[in-house]
């Protein structure tokens, strides 16, 4: 029987909660928001396939059989502009689509909180696109994929790397036709802490929120912001430099007690793919390629599946793919893919806080946004569209 009592060793992932033939596990929020198994013990057989089933208590060793780098960007203008990087997963999903498979990612629903869903609908797949800055909730995910893997079907799954570790634990063996990607995660924020925030949002514009973007490109690839809209019409764009939410973030104080002592800190993953943001694309590629602030994605292969993939999409696409150095891939992540973040002394107080004061007095008391944040912030658009009135003119010098 599966019992967290030290939280540092629950990810959150679901398989426990899958895998119960008896249905005694559910997954509960904890105070600062987190999901967590709770074992109804007068339902527990002690089968022990929980514990099992767990990617953090029954770790299982990796080894990677391919060791293969590429940069990606999408060709199609639309694909790459409401996708995080370069569209790399959008690409995968549309492959197992076209397979007569299946795309299980991470969705908003109807009142912005995030989950997963499994899907084999083309129309969909705009839903999937973009980072979610909050833990999905997988439900039953893993049990309605094994299903379709038994049934032969294609499925393509995306999450962190802790969420594909889940689901691999929960199957009990490799199947040729799942497709497993995950991303470099730098942490997992509170659920919790994102609904107090977009309540905030819709109390300070007086208006439901229709639809998020947590990286927009409006202001190109390097200077992405969080984009909200509301059903007046008015709309809140603020950059990692002065939007609250992601301050939060990246100050380390709000992200899952799991994610100071990361498990899955490791250039050696499960999945068959690694995907994360190209930076820095002009240096890692072995082609020469000029950076257009539009995303790329660096794509780490791990096997022999995933490598047979990438020849297939590239007959397909081969202008999106460029070759890259497996080990320069990962230099310019701050070692986010192997280090896990620092937890800050003052976390514990941090929720109390939130709980008791509500979101806007919580968020200035912990972080700072300064005037000359605010001051960048402003001067963005203007310095955005000089660089493209710029690119506009040397462009038509070259043509003449």
Same mark, same amino acid.
């Given at each position: 029987?599966?019992?967290?009592?030290?939280?540092?060793?629950?990810? *959150?992932?679901?398989?426990?909660? #899958?895998?119960?033939? &008896? @249905?005694? +596990?559910?997954?509960?929020?904890?105070?600062?928001?987190? !999901?967590?198994?709770?074992?109804?013990?007068?339902?527990?057989?002690?089968?022990?396939?929980?514990?099992?089933?767990?990617?953090?208590?029954?770790?299982?060793?990796?080894?990677?059989?391919?060791?293969?780098?590429?940069?990606?960007?999408?060709?199609?203008?639309?694909?790459?502009?409401?996708?995080?990087?370069?569209?790399?997963?959008?690409?995968?999903?549309?492959?197992?689509?076209?397979?007569?498979?299946?795309?299980? *990612?991470?969705?908003?629903?109807? #009142?912005?909180?995030? &989950? @997963?869903? +499994?899907?084999?609908?083309?129309?969909?797949?705009?839903? !999937?696109?973009?980072?979610?800055?909050?833990?999905?909730?997988?439900?039953?995910?893993?049990?309605?994929?094994?299903?379709?893997?038994?049934?032969?079907?294609?499925?393509?799954?995306?999450?962190?790397?802790?969420?594909?570790?889940?689901?691999?634990?929960?199957?009990?063996?490799?199947?040729?036709?799942?497709?497993?990607?995950?991303?470099?995660?730098?942490?997992?924020?509170?659920?919790?802490?994102?609904?107090?925030?977009?309540?905030?949002?819709?109390?300070?514009?007086?208006? &439901?929120?229709?639809?998020?973007?947590?990286?927009?490109?409006?202001?190109?690839?390097?200077?992405?912001?969080?984009?909200?809209?509301?059903?007046?019409?008015?709309?809140?764009?603020?950059?990692?430099?002065?939007?609250?939410?992601?301050?939060?973030?990246?100050?380390?104080?709000?992200?899952?007690?799991?994610?100071?002592?990361?498990?899955?800190?490791?250039?050696?993953?499960?999945?068959?793919?690694?995907?994360?943001?190209?930076?820095?694309?002009?240096?890692?590629?072995?082609?020469?390629?000029?950076?257009?602030?539009?995303?790329?994605?660096?794509?780490?292969?791990?096997?022999?599946?995933?490598?047979?993939?990438?020849?297939?999409?590239?007959?397909?696409?081969?202008?999106?793919?460029?070759?890259?150095?497996?080990?320069?891939?990962?230099?310019?992540?701050?070692?986010?893919?192997?280090?896990?973040?620092?937890?800050?002394?003052?976390?514990?107080?941090?929720?109390?806080?939130?709980?008791?004061?509500?979101?806007?007095?919580?968020?200035?008391?912990?972080?700072?946004?300064?005037?000359?944040?605010?001051?960048?912030?402003?001067?963005?658009?203007?310095?955005?569209?000089?660089?493209?009135?710029?690119?506009?003119?040397?462009?038509?010098?070259?043509?003449?």
């Amino acid at each position: 029987m599966i019992k967290i009592t030290n939280k540092e060793n629950c990810c *959150g992932c679901s398989s426990c909660y #899958n895998i119960c033939p &008896k @249905h005694a +596990i559910s997954m509960q929020t904890d105070y600062e928001g987190f !999901l967590y198994p709770i074992v109804d013990e007068d339902k527990c057989i002690k089968c022990g396939l929980c514990v099992s089933a767990c990617p953090i208590l029954d770790k299982t060793e990796i080894k990677d059989e391919i060791r293969e780098a590429y940069v990606y960007q999408d060709e199609d203008d639309e694909v790459l502009k409401t996708s995080t990087s370069g569209g790399f997963i959008d690409c995968l999903f549309h492959y197992a689509l076209n397979l007569e498979g299946f795309a299980s *990612g991470v969705i908003y629903d109807e #009142n912005f909180k995030t &989950k @997963h869903i +499994i899907t084999n609908d083309n129309q969909a797949l705009v839903n !999937l696109r973009g980072s979610k800055y909050s833990q999905s909730d997988l439900g039953n995910t893993f049990s309605r994929i094994k299903p379709l893997l038994q049934k032969n079907s294609l499925v393509a799954f995306c999450g962190t790397p802790c969420q594909v570790a889940g689901l691999k634990k929960f199957l009990k063996k490799d199947y040729d036709n799942l497709i497993t990607i995950d991303i470099v995660c730098r942490s997992i924020p509170s659920p919790l802490l994102w609904q107090k925030y977009l309540n905030w949002q819709k109390e300070k514009h007086k208006a &439901k929120i229709t639809y998020i973007n947590c990286r927009s490109k409006t202001y190109g690839y390097h200077n992405g912001s969080l984009v909200i809209h509301f059903s007046n019409g008015k709309m809140y764009s603020g950059s990692n430099r002065i939007d609250p939410y992601m301050k939060c973030f990246h100050s380390n104080v709000c992200s899952r007690p799991s994610c100071y002592q990361c498990k899955f800190k490791t250039r050696s993953r499960c999945s068959d793919f690694t995907v994360f943001d190209s930076w820095h694309p002009e240096k890692v590629s072995l082609k020469h390629i000029q950076d257009n602030n539009k995303g790329y994605s660096n794509v780490a292969v791990h096997t022999k599946k995933g490598l047979l993939i990438i020849h297939r999409l590239m007959q397909i696409s081969p202008t999106s793919f460029i070759h890259a150095e497996y080990d320069k891939l990962f230099e310019y992540t701050g070692k986010m893919d192997i280090e896990s973040i620092k937890e800050p002394s003052n976390r514990i107080k941090f929720y109390k806080d939130l709980d008791t004061l509500g979101f806007s007095k919580t968020y200035k008391k912990y972080v700072k946004i300064s005037f000359m944040d605010h001051l960048i912030e402003r001067i963005k658009p203007f310095y955005f569209k000089s660089k493209l009135c710029i690119a506009k003119v040397k462009s038509r010098r070259w043509h003449i």
